[in-house]
């Protein structure tokens, strides 16, 4: 489990390139940094200045390998390599509060921004005007969006939010694509409409993410809970109340297992059983380095107590992240059998994770 | 510096009163919420039957009422309640409840911190200390996060 640390600042976002060799982060300002790896280190190679806000969400394409990035500067840009250089796009969202969260579709002809001026922006490409048109989804949101995912079959949008809810939309757009195939959450699409509304969470929606089918839908919100819903004819909600700090990430590693990170500086393990409908938590997935723990020594002891006015070696933060977890991305393996994922943190820092380490290092981890 | 002579009225005005986009809670119409039963709690208190007194009074929660009054009732109640119990007793008490009744005895904790009275802070903190092993931090935060409090 390497820990690369890049920055002293938090990394506000980052995204991977289809072979996972380039990384793009924001490192807390109004730039994106683009860094390669070169054998164990990583360099810089690009910097995207565009931005006059920081930048709060990034998603690079895998297969047509743009870059949409999007700011408190209200705005969003679509950036495409030409040559060696990367050159923006402005994207005209028509908000009037900061952006806060952008995603490509799984077709990449769509994205949406999600941003605190209450509604998503649902961007897609007019080829007569050779311009990004956008459409907007205000209806019920009554708060700012703070997290966005898409379903793979490239129309349902799950999204949440600070109203506490997490809302399924359908950013169906009749003039990139057909018309979809009713799926578990409803047959009817139009845009806008809302498939599915959580309810019994508190607090504000930070992270959520559709397991691969689709069928399943996962968030965290601030009052320390995860949650999933299962679509059907009547949405199954099953939550657990965790007793850590609020999560701010989760993602899917298989139908069955999700991965959510936050405040608590590690990424823990959860299991959804659907047939009997219940979440349970399935561990840490962090690997403390065994500090050797040797006796004190007397002089130590005084010293300590003269110090910090206590003997023994004051907690320090164990974990591989000294500082939240804001983001999670897979690397490998997609979501549904993921072997590898990568976290950010507010310490500047990122991890990626080998989820076959991790089971092999943890006894009674088990992923199903 | 050079005096107001005109009305200042217009500084008391609540502006957020008049937000079109003002967030406002669902109401989820909790008109029968009554609190706990102060009959029940009593005698159980009475028979020495502390786990059962406390089981009792943390049953329905006024949680959704807008009536200032009931909620304090039942505060008042879970306070007699809690200072009842002899201070070994708690930590067994506490492992009795489920998640759910953990989160609501936190909240009635931190209520019950609002209004201190001469003895009151000193046994909530004891309720607090094996509360919070038992529901971890997260259970304070679905406290300080909660939209309906009780």
Redesign the interface.
């Given at each position: 489990m390497a820990y690369h640390s890049f920055l002293l600042e938090p990394i506000s976002c980052h995204a991977w390139n289809k072979d996972r060799t380039q990384i793009a982060l924001c490192p807390n300002n109004h730039d994106v940094h683009i860094y390669k790896k070169e054998g164990s280190g990583w360099t810089k190679i690009h910097v995207l200045k565009e931005h006059n806000g920081q930048v709060t969400g990034i998603d690079w394409a895998p297969e047509s390998n743009r870059i949409v990035t999007c700011g408190t500067d209200r705005n969003a840009y679509v950036w495409s390599l030409k040559g060696d250089v990367w050159k923006p796009t402005l994207v005209i969202l028509r908000i009037n509060r900061a952006a806060r969260c952008v995603k490509w579709s799984p077709k990449e002809n769509k994205f949406a921004v999600g941003s605190g001026s209450?509604l998503i922006s649902v961007c897609y490409f007019e080829q007569e005007n050779d311009w990004w048109v956008c459409k907007h989804i205000k209806k019920p949101i009554?708060?700012t969006i703070l997290c966005l995912d898409w379903h793979p079959n490239n129309v349902l949008l799950a999204a949440g939010s600070c109203?506490?809810k997490c809302r399924i939309f359908s950013a169906y757009i009749k003039e990139v694509e057909e018309k979809p195939a009713p799926t578990p959450w409803g047959s009817k699409m139009p845009f806008g409409e809302v498939m599915f509304e959580s309810s019994g969470t508190?607090?504000w929606v930070h992270g959520v993410c559709f397991s691969d089918s689709g069928n399943r839908v996962a968030w965290a919100s601030?009052?320390?809970t995860v949650a999933v819903a299962e679509g059907g004819k009547s949405a199954t909600i099953t939550s657990l109340?965790?007793?850590?700090?609020?999560l701010l990430c989760v993602t899917f590693i298989t139908e069955n297992s999700l991965v959510a990170a936050g405040h608590d500086c590690y990424p823990a393990l959860f299991v959804y059983n659907g047939d009997k409908g219940a979440l349970t938590f399935g561990g840490k997935l962090d690997v403390p380095k065994q500090s050797a723990q040797k006796g004190m020594t007397a002089r130590e002891r005084f010293q300590n107590l003269d110090k910090k006015a206590s003997e023994s070696k004051e907690a320090v933060l164990e974990s591989l992240h000294k500082n939240s977890i804001s983001q999670i991305t897979i690397l490998e393996g997609g979501k549904a059998k993921c072997t590898k994922f990568c976290t950010t943190g507010m310490d500047g820092g990122m991890v990626v994770w080998d989820v076959k380490t991790l089971e092999s290092a943890m006894k009674d981890l088990k992923i199903i | 510096m050079s005096k107001n002579t005109v009305s200042d009225r217009f500084r008391k005005v609540d502006v957020d009163e008049y937000d079109e986009n003002k967030f406002v809670d669902e109401e989820e119409g909790g008109e029968n919420q009554i609190g706990p039963d102060e009959a029940e709690v009593d005698s159980l208190i009475r028979q020495g039957n502390m786990m059962g007194a406390l089981q009792a009074v943390l049953k329905n929660p006024p949680i959704n009422t807008k009536n200032q009054n009931v909620k304090d009732r039942a505060e008042g109640l879970v306070l007699k309640v809690l200072s009842s119990f002899k201070s070994s007793d708690i930590e067994k008490a506490v492992q009795s409840l489920d998640k759910n009744a953990v989160d609501l005895l936190m909240k009635y904790i931190y209520k019950g911190f609002e209004r201190p009275s001469e003895n009151s802070s000193a046994v909530l903190l004891q309720w607090h200390e094996k509360a919070l092993a038992a529901g971890g931090v997260g259970s304070i935060v679905r406290v300080l996060t909660a939209r309906k409090t009780v």
């Open positions: 209450r009554r708060s109203d506490f508190a607090g601030h009052d320390s109340t965790s007793e850590t700090l609020p | -």
